[in-house]
């Protein structure tokens, strides 16, 4: 519990699409937020795509993002 919130870590080094990886884990244990850092400039984003801009769109619970 990490200031009165509970949280939890999962680490998968399975084979996939990262954003979907995450969207299906977060959608089998019923999160309430996903977090993550956004390290891509946009310059890097138009070019390669953003895990957690597609995590954005596709989630099923709210998404918090922070720079890195």
């Not at 200031?3 to 084979?15: C, I």
């Not at 019923?30 to 138009?46: F, G, P, R, T």
Request: aromatic share 8%; with cysteine; proline share 3%.
């Amino acid at each position: 519990i990490t200031a009165g919130v509970a949280t939890e870590l999962h680490l998968d080094n399975q084979p996939g699409y990262v954003a979907q990886s995450i969207e299906d884990y977060a959608s089998k244990q019923n999160m309430d937020l996903i977090v993550m850092a956004s390290a891509a400039n946009a310059w890097s984003s138009v070019l390669t795509g953003s895990a957690t801009r597609q995590v954005i769109r596709e989630a099923s619970c709210p998404v918090w993002t922070f720079r890195a």
